[in-house]
């Protein structure tokens, strides 16, 4: 049903059949991007896997107001800046310097925390931190995609979040060591952070080459970038139905975060592990990403982007009908999640990056990753709100019939443009 990946393939003359070893032998610059982002998960995931349960726990903040930080946490951050920070790499065609710069902000970012001496102050270094993810997300995927035969793109992006999964694996497990042998030394582990952060840039700055002009085509004369976007063919329909699938699909999703916190009061002996709910979840995500874009590419990677969704649906569901739960019922949610993150994240990066052509593939990325950004700040807002009105069961209930909904309207959507 969902041919347009196949489509998009027979334009290309590459509608054969892609093995599995073609499907994992990437360009070495996806392998350096990769790298980049498992240093740089490493960095962040370190300080960021306490943030939900030191917040609520410890600070007492409620669930509206956790909401509110999650969502600039999550969405406002990157919304704000990805989009800007595409259309100046297409312009210019420096997505290389566009992520240095954005991994080098989250990296000093990392030192700052060294003398923030108040919660406002930990959450103003939090959103730069997050300003950085949003600089550098959208050139990063470009640089992905514009290294990569147009049949692979799933498989490419699979191998780039696996490597990217296995930081987000390994910072908590980092923070976790260092906290367990020297209690109460967090500065310890702002600086850990930051010698990770920054061998992370030093890859990137090493190991990544700029993309060659072929490419890219010709920098992006356009003098402005409303002017871009208003005016170019290149927003087709087919572009502006994947964006609307992708941001309504994430309106209707709860934030990692929310999740861990309903884990945790299913399970309270688990609070002192709650950094460790971020490694069980990357390490589905790691290990599934890969054989996700495989599949995702010889199947189609609209099928696996809607069965990710359904699996949400899956966890939301146990969620919902579940009372205080054993040990292997907490790890089988996490797992959950970590293949839901598999089915989408980089399926769907793969989706965007067929749609648009070379030289506009950072700003119709950062199009679509502003979209989604938007819709988890909404997301986080309103799921908090209604966890403080009327508690995580109307909550979820109202998540799972907003999920059903965008699933069926994603089915349609996607199932249009196909034909």
């Given at each position: 049903?969902?041919?347009?990946?196949w489509?998009?393939?027979?334009k290309?003359?590459?509608?054969?059949?892609?093995d599995a070893?073609a499907?994992?032998?990437?360009?070495?610059?996806?392998w350096g991007l990769?790298?980049?982002?498992?240093?740089?998960?490493?960095?962040?995931?370190?300080?960021?896997?306490?943030?939900?349960?030191?917040?609520?726990?410890?600070?007492?903040?409620s669930?509206a107001?956790?909401?509110l930080?999650?969502?600039?946490?999550?969405?406002?951050?990157?919304a704000?800046?990805?989009?800007?920070?595409?259309?100046?790499?297409?312009?210019?065609?420096?997505?290389?310097?566009?992520?240095?710069?954005?991994?080098?902000l989250?990296t000093?970012?990392?030192?700052?925390?060294l003398?923030?001496?108040?919660?406002?102050?930990?959450?103003?270094?939090?959103?730069l931190?997050?300003?950085?993810?949003g600089?550098r997300s959208?050139?990063?995927?470009?640089?992905i995609?514009?290294n990569?035969?147009?049949?692979?793109?799933a498989?490419?992006?699979?191998?780039h979040r696996?490597?990217?999964?296995c930081?987000?694996?390994?910072?908590?497990?980092?923070?976790?060591?260092?906290?367990a042998?020297l209690?109460?030394?967090?500065?310890?582990?702002?600086?850990?952070?930051?010698?990770f952060?920054?061998?992370g840039?030093?890859?990137?700055w090493?190991?990544?080459?700029?993309p060659?002009p072929?490419?890219?085509?010709?920098?992006?004369?356009?003098?402005?970038?409303?002017?871009?976007?208003?005016?170019?063919?290149?927003?087709?329909?087919?572009?502006?139905?994947?964006?609307g699938?992708?941001?309504?699909?994430?309106?209707?999703t709860?934030?990692?975060?929310?999740?861990?916190?309903?884990l945790?009061?299913?399970?309270?002996a688990?609070?002192?592990?709650?950094?460790?709910?971020?490694?069980?979840?990357?390490?589905?995500?790691?290990?599934?990403?890969?054989?996700?874009?495989?599949?995702?590419d010889?199947?189609?990677r609209a099928?696996?982007?809607?069965?990710?969704?359904?699996?949400?649906?899956?966890l939301?569901?146990v969620?919902?009908?579940?009372?205080?739960?054993s040990?292997?019922?907490?790890l089988?949610?996490?797992?959950?999640?970590?293949l839901?993150?598999?089915?989408?994240?980089g399926?769907l990066?793969?989706?965007?990056?067929?749609?648009v052509?070379?030289?506009?593939?950072?700003?119709?990325i950062?199009?679509?990753?502003?979209?989604i950004?938007?819709?988890?700040?909404?997301?986080?807002?309103?799921?908090g709100a209604?966890?403080?009105?009327?508690?995580?069961q109307?909550?979820v209930s109202?998540?799972?019939?907003?999920?059903a909904?965008?699933?069926?309207?994603?089915?349609?959507?996607?199932?249009?443009?196909?034909?």
């Amino acid at each position: 049903m969902y041919r347009f990946d196949w489509f998009e393939q027979v334009k290309l003359g590459q509608a054969s059949r892609v093995d599995a070893a073609a499907a994992v032998r990437v360009s070495p610059v996806v392998w350096g991007l990769g790298f980049t982002s498992l240093l740089t998960d490493i960095s962040s995931e370190m300080v960021n896997s306490t943030l939900p349960v030191y917040l609520v726990l410890h600070l007492r903040l409620s669930p509206a107001q956790y909401g509110l930080i999650d969502g600039i946490y999550n969405g406002f951050a990157i919304a704000l800046l990805a989009l800007l920070a595409g259309w100046l790499a297409d312009r210019h065609a420096r997505q290389k310097e566009l992520a240095l710069a954005g991994y080098g902000l989250s990296t000093l970012c990392k030192l700052v925390l060294l003398v923030a001496s108040s919660w406002s102050a930990l959450l103003w270094v939090v959103g730069l931190d997050r300003a950085g993810k949003g600089l550098r997300s959208a050139p990063r995927d470009a640089l992905i995609s514009l290294n990569t035969p147009a049949g692979q793109y799933a498989g490419a992006f699979a191998v780039h979040r696996a490597l990217d999964a296995c930081g987000s694996l390994l910072g908590p497990v980092v923070g976790f060591i260092l906290l367990a042998q020297l209690p109460g030394a967090f500065d310890a582990v702002w600086v850990t952070s930051f010698v990770f952060g920054l061998l992370g840039v030093a890859v990137l700055w090493f190991f990544v080459p700029r993309p060659a002009p072929a490419m890219t085509a010709s920098p992006v004369p356009a003098p402005a970038l409303a002017q871009d976007l208003a005016g170019r063919g290149w927003i087709t329909r087919r572009f502006l139905v994947l964006a609307g699938c992708g941001a309504l699909l994430a309106l209707a999703t709860i934030s990692d975060g929310f999740l861990y916190l309903m884990l945790q009061q299913r399970h309270p002996a688990a609070t002192g592990y709650f950094p460790l709910f971020y490694v069980a979840t990357a390490a589905v995500y790691m290990l599934m990403s890969v054989p996700a874009g495989r599949v995702a590419d010889r199947l189609g990677r609209a099928r696996i982007f809607l069965g990710g969704y359904a699996v949400l649906g899956l966890l939301y569901g146990v969620l919902l009908v579940s009372g205080p739960m054993s040990v292997p019922a907490l790890l089988g949610c996490l797992a959950l999640l970590g293949l839901f993150n598999a089915g989408t994240e980089g399926v769907l990066m793969a989706m965007a990056s067929a749609e648009v052509p070379a030289a506009r593939r950072t700003t119709g990325i950062a199009l679509i990753a502003t979209a989604i950004g938007l819709s988890k700040l909404l997301s986080s807002v309103l799921f908090g709100a209604l966890w403080q009105a009327w508690g995580t069961q109307v909550a979820v209930s109202v998540f799972i019939a907003a999920l059903a909904l965008a699933l069926l309207a994603a089915h349609w959507g996607l199932g249009r443009i196909s034909k």
